[in-house]
């Protein structure tokens, strides 16, 4: 019998740890481990053997490991191996062992691989996009000034000049200019300060359902795919309802021409998810999917910079608005995008609290 709240605190962690007893049955698992699919004995079986719940192939290796460890009383690491379970699922792990002589057990400690080429890959993305998002700030600041010469400039040549020919191209160039002087202007104000408070994602989900359906003009098939049990996040409602219309409108523009367009709203909730280079363990997941024609692989790595855009007459800013917005929550906004289908997901942290488990 494992004593729990000795052992409690090992639910804090994101590695998957499991402890068995000397003829490798599982006596205990963190919330981490039965995140991945590790199941408990269930009070049914005498034995819950984790050779059971592994293939053959992996348990050649594995079972040589754990003996080893209980034989000899050492640590073992093994890494980069490629754990294979009952159900024939792979995922590149590194794992170590140790035989605990004081309770009698042997502790297995597994770190996913994939997580960390995805923690490295989440930080770059970050670093790089917030460089990016710098640079387009200080070129807007120096850009405003020079609009408002333009602009005054403008002004006095109309007041001059009344006849036809003058008046037409004198209002273009003001009417223009008054046009980036407010796309600067967007790019230089920083997201609001988040009203922060509890709220369901789904009431945010259904503002944004009744907005996009609201538009007439598209004939675009909206599809509501929802995990009803996430549990109320900590936000600011509207600006999450300004983000999450802001990609959406962004897919319905990109289906104008599309047979059949169809965008599905999807919520799920996640564990061990890596966001900005640092992994949680339950995160509220967003999908926003259109079978759209893509977004071109020479635009991917500029998404979500301000002023880039595939539409003709695009400002190229709802991504990055929805970006910031995202980020002074704490979350991440990434996508993945090919012919006929493109996928925004949105990634916000959540703080559950901790709950105790029934150790068999």
């Known amino acids: 019998m494992v004593n729990k709240k000795e052992f409690s605190f090992l639910n804090q962690l994101t590695s998957e740890i499991l ?15 039965l995140n991945k699919g590790w199941i408990l004995n269930n009070g ?19 079972v040589k490991l754990f003996n080893s ?4 009383n050492i640590s073992q690491t093994k890494r980069d191996f490629e754990l294979i379970d009952s159900k024939m699922k792979k995922r590149e792990i590194d794992i170590t062992v140790r ?7 042997l502790i297995v400690e597994i770190l996913c691989v994939d997580n960390l080429n995805k923690i490295i890959d989440s930080t770059k993305t970050f670093s790089t996009q917030k460089i990016a998002a710098n640079l387009a700030r200080t070129l807007a600041h120096e850009v405003k000034n020079p609009l408002s010469g333009i602009r005054g400039s403008a002004q006095i040549l109309e007041k001059k000049y009344k006849d036809e020919f003058a008046t037409k191209f004198l209002k273009i160039i003001i009417d223009e200019t008054d046009r980036l002087n407010s796309i600067v202007t967007k790019i230089l104000t920083p997201p609001s300060k988040p009203n922060l408070s509890l709220f369901n994602i789904h009431s945010a989900l259904e503002k944004v359902y009744a907005l996009a359906e609201a538009d007439k003009e598209n004939k675009i098939t909206l599809k509501r795919d929802y995990d009803p049990s996430i ?12 983000a999450i219309l802001n990609i959406v409108k962004n897919s319905q523009q990109a289906m104008e021409n599309s047979k059949n367009p169809l965008i599905t709203i999807k919520s799920r ?7 900005n280079g640092k992994i949680h363990q339950t995160v509220c997941c967003i999908d926003i999917t259109d079978n759209g024609p893509g977004i071109p692989k020479d635009l991917h790595d500029q998404v979500f910079f301000p002023m880039v855009s595939v539409k003709e007459n695009g400002s190229g800013l709802g991504l990055t608005i929805a970006q910031d917005i995202i980020r002074i929550h704490g979350g991440g906004l990434n996508f993945k995008s090919k012919p006929g289908e493109t996928t925004f997901s ?4 959540m703080k559950i609290e901790s709950k105790e488990v029934k150790i068999a």
């Open 231 to 242: 549990p109320e996040i900590n936000g600011d409602e509207n600006l999450f309802v300004q």
């Open 69 to 72: 460890a209980i034989g000899k």
């Open 44 to 62: 049914n079986k005498k034995s819950n053997l984790i050779t059971d719940q592994l293939s053959d192939e992996t348990n050649i290796v594995l």
């Open 99 to 105: 035989w605990s002589n004081t309770y009698k057990f």
């Open 346 to 349: 949105i990634f916000i942290p």
């Open 19 to 33: 402890i068995l007893d000397d003829d490798l049955n599982i006596i205990w698992l963190n919330y981490a481990a």
């Open 269 to 275: 909730i996640q564990h061990g998810r890596p966001i």
